[in-house]
């Protein structure tokens, strides 16, 4: 497994656990806070995980059309 792929499961699976605290507890508002700018920054994180995927997936797609346009 890359090491984007563990950063972005990693990432995905503390946002999990964030979600079920805030789901099942009643945190005070500094926990709270903290726990929301956490998952903030997470979410930030996998974004741009998928923003540079989506760049290279399309960057080979364009390169694998180009090989197919100059095939006669």
Not at 31 to 36: A, D, P, R, T, Y
């Amino acid at each position: 497994m890359s090491q984007t792929n563990l950063q972005y499961k990693t990432a995905m699976n503390r946002l999990e656990e964030i979600l079920t605290r805030l789901d099942e507890s009643d945190m005070g508002v500094d926990e709270l806070s903290s726990q929301v700018q956490e998952a903030t920054s997470l979410l930030r994180q996998c974004r741009q995980i998928l923003t540079e995927t989506e760049k290279n997936v399309q960057e080979a797609l364009t390169s694998l059309d180009g090989e197919i346009e100059e095939t006669p």
